[in-house]
């Protein structure tokens, strides 16, 4: 009868260790706390973090947001990944301070202004640290006339809430969006207009389980959601970037953005290789992007930033060396004095030239959510063993 019985709490047990152990184990499981004050006059804290080799902590400035700690009034807190000692503290991407060195971690870093910051490895705060739980951003974009939407979270087998209270967690606005951070097992949502007259669907989400994840939700005047996993904003044609570089310069890679926006187009410095094409280097990218550096030698040399570039045409770059360099939208073989005196000789792009193949964005996820799986089944199989050696043990008793 007991086995029985054991037997009957496998389901639960099992959907219990999907939700609350970690299913995949990298270097972005290991995270440390990072306790930041602010001036009063601040209304959105926001961290930038690197580490020194130039990997970002975040995709896009200003950063991760700095969560209010109710156990200490007037701290905020963040948990970065090991190794991120250098941040810049802002607020919502506006007053920012200098770049800072934080040797360890926890660290307390109190922003007295923008230009007089102390940090201290000596604990400011009381009590236990808050539970680190992983988590991905949700971004919605509502009708004009909804005013400060709300988001409720759930794991819908378990039926497991995100939020304590309810109806949920306001969102914040950022721009054209609202945003917030759910955790890593909430698979619906539901967003509610300010005073519940409107509200969606429960709406089935997927993030990629112990991947950085991001969803946009577009919500239209009937209150439909439309789902995407990347910026539909930043959904441009794709584009070709050629470059021709001076010998010596070994592989040449492409670091792109959007100007002023700051949105990175890679996740880290110096960006992503260039492919060799003849006698110059090709690389097939999103065309949302109006800002570029081509860089070699492992980034040790680059030209400068190449801005006004038009969104969602192809690129042709000319590179003498790193303070003489243009760009243009057509082949050229000398640079432009301006954009506007291009010599009669350029040559158009061939319409015959085979393209490169498109890029596939779906095989980075798929191969997360393959790894993501693998380690479920893992935990699962290592519990039921568990059960199996327990079950036998109380009969024999």
Known sequence: MKRLRLFSMLPVMLLMLFLWLPVSVNADDVVAILYVRVPADWTAPHVWAWDSAGNNAFLAWPGGVLEADPNNPGW??????????????NDDGGTQTFDLRVNTMPAWVTVLSENDVDISYEPLTAGDFPLYIPRFTVYV???????????????????????????????????DWYTARIPYWADHVVITNHDGTEQTRNTAIQPTIGQPTTVWLLIDDDANVHVYYENPDFMAPLIYIRAQV???????????????????????WPGEPMTRDGDGYIMQIRGWVNSLIINANNGMVQTGDMHDVEIGRDVWILVLDADNFGFDYYEISELPATQDDVTDEVTHINDETEPLPPI?????????????????????????????????????K
């Open 360 to 396: 596939d964005d779906a095989n980075g996820q798929n191969n997360g959510r393959n790894n993501s799986l693998l380690m479920t089944i893992l935990i699962g199989a290592g519990a039921i063993v568990f059960i199996l050696v327990a079950s036998l043990f109380i009969k024999k």
């Open 141 to 175: 974009r509502t009708p004009d006339h909804w005013i400060d939407p709300i988001i409720t979270s759930w794991n819908r087998p378990a039926g497991a809430g995100a939020f304590m209270a309810r109806p949920g967690l306001p969102l914040r606005r950022v721009g």
């Open 76 to 89: 905020f807190y963040i948990h970065l990944p090991v190794g991120m000692h250098n941040i810049v503290i």
């Open 246 to 268: 001076p010998e010596g310069w070994e592989a040449p890679h492409l670091w792109a953005w959007l100007h002023p926006d700051g949105t990175n187009l890679f996740a880290s």
